[in-house]
């Protein structure tokens, strides 16, 4: 597998990142992509000449790229909390050979605290699946169920959701059980501030509704340390931190797990 770089800044722009993933499609159908999809999480690129480009709330995802690798060539990829699915899409278009987006949609809850936008759930994904023509499988489904899966993967993403959910311990041994002898797992989720890559297993309890306003599904804060351990309980394997960036005011944190082959 190529392509693991160091995390460096300035990171690539939310549109270049976009870019990434070219969609290409003809301006008239952009443009009622567009309208019918009330609320876009991440940003697509579905026509780079015209300008047009989905209003994705996420933000500064930039400092991801360097984590994922070029090629995907002829690798099996499991994007676990995928959302609209862009890190699904992007695998694709690095030539992965079979691609499973999951996600059990707990954001239609946080989407309409947030935004005040009630979304039924997998609209986004379904629009960019059609538009691309993909063939990503899709499944709703929470993350934990993927134990009864029979079926490992080469690279799993697990991007924005270890501080998502109650039991981040079991879901690093869930997903871990579906890595392939080989196989990696990036790992990226909220980070403490001022972490300089320690060895101390600090984990912090944000007040509900205190990392996001009127998010009440934001549970843990990691260290560098907090999960490098967590990773080793799970699965007995190193965590290779690549950064701790600060991203639009938020500390953030993402490294690799790596199964021996
Ligand atoms: C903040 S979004 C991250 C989206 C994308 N992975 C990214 O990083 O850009 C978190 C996603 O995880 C999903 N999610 C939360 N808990 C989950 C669970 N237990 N099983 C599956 N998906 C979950 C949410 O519905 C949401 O789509």
Do not use: K
């Not at 981040?168 to 990696?184: E, H, I, K, T």
């Amino acid at each position: 597998m190529t392509g693991i770089a160091p995390l460096t800044s300035p990171w690539p722009t939310e549109r270049e990142v976009a870019d990434e993933v070219p969609i290409g499609v003809d301006p008239d159908r952009a443009r009622r992509a567009l309208e019918e999809v009330p609320l876009w999480f991440h940003t697509f690129c579905l026509n780079r000449d015209h300008d047009l480009y989905t209003p994705g709330q996420a933000r500064d995802h930039g400092y991801r790229l360097a984590s994922i690798p070029e090629s995907f060539e002829g690798l099996s990829v499991l994007d676990v909390g995928a959302f609209d699915g862009f890190y699904s899409f992007l695998a694709e278009a690095r030539g992965a050979s079979r691609v499973l987006a999951v996600d059990n949609e707990q954001y239609i809850d946080w989407v309409a605290a947030r935004w005040g936008v009630r979304l039924a759930g997998g609209e986004g994904f379904r629009a960019i699946h059609e538009l691309a023509g993909s063939r990503v499988e899709y499944l709703r489904s929470d993350a934990f169920a993927l134990e009864d899966l029979d079926e490992r993967f080469d690279f799993i993403f697990c991007f924005g959701l270890l501080h998502r959910v109650e039991n981040p311990l079991g879901l690093l041994r869930v997903l871990a059980g579906r890595l392939a002898d080989g196989g990696r797992m990036l790992v990226e989720t909220y980070g403490v501030p001022g972490d300089r890559g320690g060895t101390d297993g600090a984990l912090y309890v944000p007040a509900p509704g205190d990392v996001y306003e009127r998010d009440r599904f934001v549970y843990w804060q990691f260290s560098s340390g907090a999960l490098a351990n967590l990773v080793a309980c799970a699965d007995g394997t190193r965590f290779r931190l690549h950064g701790t960036p600060l991203v639009d005011g938020h500390p953030r944190i993402i490294g690799v797990a790596a199964r021996p082959a």
